[in-house]
């Protein structure tokens, strides 16, 4: 019996180890700034009630901008349950509000620090200090790109770096070919894609420099860094075909197009709604992670960051970007895709429940004592909630989570144990998830097919 129960155990923590994929693509769509939780996903009718209340001493954290004289604001817009499942959505977001029964909403999330960098590099590389691989490195390094000819992290920027600048990307001590490729949402999608010579002048070039760098690689003690740039300029070389053909979506059909809201007057808009019809394309055609980040609108640090005019500002960001979203889920279900993409929405940060004084110009500051993201697609729970903060939505009274435990847990449903994702860098094996993160099993559904995914 000892011997059996050493072997069910051995089992197990195998089975642990390799998990079975659930999904093979992430698309994240970054709101940098931090939309507020309680305006959101997080409905708190005491703000309502005491609005204009001081918090008190015992509100008062070191990890938001508060005071004792503070006081609670309720929110702008009206909550209801959405759904056949009842889930708790604001007015705010009336088309993701339609797609609430694939929404999983995690409401417990806990940041370490009230500064958007910080925060920022925490949310994309696992580390407040920046120096680490991008979650999108960790991933295309994890799972190596579905096709040869487009990169396996892919970034859709709208003319905005957000807090963190270009290390929230960067593969840093993993092989450059983890990079994020950036491609831009206005005029020439990326830098150098037309080709300056004839296809065959290139390929003898390239061939030449290959042969030159396979020789250097070969006496340096870095030859996994020559490497990668060799597999760079070979990229690079078939995306001068296929990134013009996956950013033209001119044949996309004219629904497909109205769902996005290509066919919107605004060009912040419009050029969200471009960003996310070219993530599902990207997905379609084996990219590994997407990210697509909002565009900035008005003199402010960050796209979601109101300490001011919350409510004219919040509506503008959710003008952009709500739509264009909540059709990317809707067309990646429709295509069958939804099951094999996890779709990432978060911020890196939320907002204070107070303020210093209610009127309609007040806003909402930092806040990371308490607030909330949710995924939705790739095995993860449809029309669910998970973990509370208290009344006023101040602080996280049941099942905190941190930005660890959520990569943990995508990467488990990509099939990746995040314990054994590692990579050799100055004499230790490094992970995204350092020494930290479990993986959130509440928040998974129970497999339909237990069959891994190829590819």
Request: proline share 6%; glycine share 10%; net charge negative.
């Amino acid at each position: 019996m000892l011997a059996l129960s050493g072997l069910l155990s051995e089992q197990a923590r195998g089975a642990d180890a390799a998990p079975t994929a659930r999904a093979k693509h992430v698309i994240f769509c970054f709101m940098d700034g931090g939309p507020s939780h309680v305006d959101t996903f997080d409905p708190k009718p005491a703000l309502s009630r005491y609005q204009g209340q001081a918090i008190g001493e015992q509100a008062v954290s070191k990890k938001s901008q508060s005071a004792a004289s503070r006081v609670w604001m309720g929110s702008p817009w009206r909550f209801r349950r959405r759904g056949e499942r009842g889930l708790w959505v604001s007015d705010l977001l009336p088309y993701l509000a339609d797609c609430a029964d694939d929404l999983c909403v995690v409401r417990s999330l806990e940041g370490e620090q009230p500064l958007h960098g910080q925060q920022s590099l925490l949310l994309h590389t696992g580390r407040v200090t920046g120096q680490a691989p991008s979650f999108g490195s960790w991933v295309s390094y994890g799972l190596a790109s579905g096709r040869s000819d487009l990169p396996g992290y892919v970034l859709l920027n709208n003319d905005w770096i957000p807090n963190g600048g270009f290390e929230n990307f960067a593969p840093a001590y993993l092989p450059a070919s983890h990079g994020a490729t950036m491609i831009r949402s206005r005029g020439v999608p990326v830098d150098g894609i037309e080709p300056s010579d004839p296809h065959a002048i290139q390929r003898r070039k390239l061939d030449l420099l290959a042969e030159q760098d396979h020789a250097f690689a070969q006496q340096s003690t870095n030859g996994h860094v020559i490497e990668s740039a060799i597999l760079n300029y070979e990229t690079a070389f078939r995306m001068q075909t296929s990134i013009p053909e996956v950013a033209d979506v001119s044949a996309e059909s004219v629904e497909t197009r109205r769902l996005y809201g290509l066919d919107r007057p605004d060009d912040h808009q419009r050029f969200y709604a471009l960003q996310c019809l070219r993530a599902r394309r990207l997905v379609e055609r084996g990219v590994r992670f997407v990210e697509i980040t909002c565009p900035l609108t008005h003199p402010n640090n960050s796209p979601w960051d109101q300490h001011g005019e919350l409510k004219k500002y919040h509506t503008e960001n959710a003008l952009i970007s709500d739509q264009p979203i909540a059709a990317l889920i809707v067309d990646l279900k429709r295509r069958g895709l939804l099951d094999s993409t996890i779709v990432v929405w978060a911020g890196e940060m939320g907002r204070t429940p107070h303020t210093p004084a209610v009127s309609e110009r007040a806003g909402r500051d930092h806040h990371v004592d308490g607030y909330s993201i949710f995924l939705a697609g790739g095995g993860f729970r449809g029309g669910f909630a998970f973990g509370q903060t208290d009344d006023f939505g101040n602080r996280v009274v049941e099942h905190p989570l941190t930005i660890h435990d959520i990569h943990a847990t995508i990467l488990h449903q990509l099939g990746l144990h995040h314990e054994r994702l590692t990579f050799r860098h100055g004499g230790r094996d490094q992970r995204l998830t350092d020494v930290h993160g479990k993986i959130v099993r509440e928040l998974i559904d129970a497999p339909a097919d237990p069959t891994p995914l190829l590819g």
